[in-house]
């Protein structure tokens, strides 16, 4: 792909549109529902999966295009397809490749939506899923293959458990299964880490978090790793035989290192309409370009508070995979050896009813479903974004009732402290 010569940063800012002379400098919003024609047969192309051009922005627009073309290039990937959210990425991504009777070992530690995106709506489509304790050796974690396993599922970064995925691990348990390595590279971003170099097959992200960095517009995308084979043990038909929906075409075949990619815009676009609007692709767009800046100071940020928190007398607990004595510590090293990002969890004394005290006792940070922001933020997700999960499907996935998740900002590290301990001391009155 166009710019791998140039340096990661230098991607960030200039990968995938150079202005023509004379044209904007800045990428232009294509917003516009459809693309006109002059010639029947250059419409038929489009319909053949002929032709690479647009004709209508549900499946394809330019300003959404570039947005693939930058993110594939910045994960190293052969392909991407933007999608309206995360959500919808992961979604389309599992049914890209996986039909009822099918099966899917994930995670259990994974983003509360994702855990019921795929235990929950995903069951009611016939898709089985196993979440699996992500620190269960290879072997252990092998029985739960089956013969309908058609993916396996994990995280970067678990949010908000805060695991580093054992790509090593993962990536030989998928291979000993037959099926794609799918990683959910959210929280890490291309800045910290590259799932492809260490195994994984698919990477999704979701783009209403760091990428956008913002907090301005929500957006996912599933980027192709090329280098899967469709063919093996014969699982995925709907990549290697004809598809009648578009006179027979074989995906793998035809499309080769971009075949999912392809089968995704023309099928799992075409059906369900996901799509990313115009202007949501042109804001990430530009957060994209100063995304190696930001998670530096987000990363730097988030190893001081951490350290300053476990110094703390109200605070049980922390976990960050930058802090040396973390469980993931050394994983962050060898995956993430650039930063751990800038999301923090712990535990304040006093429990659940002292985390929602703490919470409303803050002044500069904001109270939000959200991380990923240049301004720092928290929430309790126990009562939150895992709410819908049971105790003991909280405590698989790592949430504990007095867990605090800091999605830490850009703000001046002195600011971010000083709220903090002001509002631990006020907690500390009340107890």
């Not at 994990?154 to 054992?166: F, I, M």
């Amino acid at each position: 792909m166009k710019d791998k010569c140039k340096s990661f940063e230098t991607n960030c800012v200039h990968g995938s549109y150079d202005a023509a002379s004379g044209q904007p400098q800045v990428l232009p919003i294509a917003q516009s529902t459809t693309f006109r024609y002059y010639k029947a047969k250059d419409v038929a192309e489009l319909f053949d999966l002929e032709s690479a051009n647009f004709m209508y922005t549900r499946l394809g627009n330019p300003t959404v295009n570039k947005l693939e073309e930058k993110m594939a290039l910045l994960e190293g990937g052969t392909a991407a397809i933007a999608a309206s959210s995360g959500q919808a990425a992961t979604l389309m991504t599992v049914l890209n490749i996986c039909g009822a009777g099918d099966h899917v070992i994930a995670a259990s530690n994974i983003y509360g939506g994702t855990h019921n995106l795929l235990g929950v709506s995903l069951a009611k489509l016939g898709i089985e899923v196993d979440f699996v304790d992500q620190d269960l050796t290879e072997d252990e974690l092998a029985a739960f293959i089956k013969p309908g396993t058609k993916a396996v599922f994990g995280e970067t970064l678990g949010n908000p458990a805060l695991s580093v995925l054992d790509f090593e691990k993962f990536a030989a348990l998928a291979k000993r299964a037959g099926v794609p390595l799918i990683v959910d590279n959210t929280l890490a971003t291309p800045v910290l880490c590259r799932p492809f170099e260490h195994g994984a097959d698919i990477v999704l992200h979701s783009l209403t978090k760091y990428a956008d960095g913002h907090a301005s517009c929500v957006g996912g995308v599933a980027i192709e790793g090329g280098n899967f084979d469709w063919h093996s043990g014969g699982k995925y038909p709907g990549m290697t035989e004809p598809d009648e929906s578009y006179h027979g075409i074989e995906f793998y075949n035809k499309f080769g290192d971009v075949a999912f990619s392809m089968k995704m815009r023309g099928q799992l676009l075409r059906d369900l309409g996901c799509t990313m609007a115009p202007m949501n692709a042109y804001l990430i767009h530009q957060g994209l370009q100063t995304l190696h800046l930001r998670m530096e100071r987000h990363s730097a940020n988030a190893l001081s508070l951490a350290e300053f928190l476990c110094s703390h007398d109200m605070v049980e607990w922390v976990a960050y995979p930058g802090l040396p004595h973390d469980k993931y510590y050394n994983l962050a090293r060898r995956y993430m050896p650039k930063g751990a990002s800038g999301v923090i969890a712990f535990g304040v004394k006093g429990g659940r009813k002292a985390g929602e005290e703490l919470l409303e006792k803050l002044r500069l940070t904001s109270i939000v479903v959200h991380v990923g922001d240049v301004r720092t933020c928290v929430l309790h997700p126990a009562s939150t974004t895992h709410r819908q999960l049971s105790d003991v499907e909280q405590a698989k996935a790592g949430i504990k009732p007095e867990l605090i998740r800091i999605s830490v900002g850009i703000e001046n590290i002195d600011d971010i402290k000083e709220d903090f301990d002001q509002a631990l001391r006020e907690v500390k009155k009340c107890l």
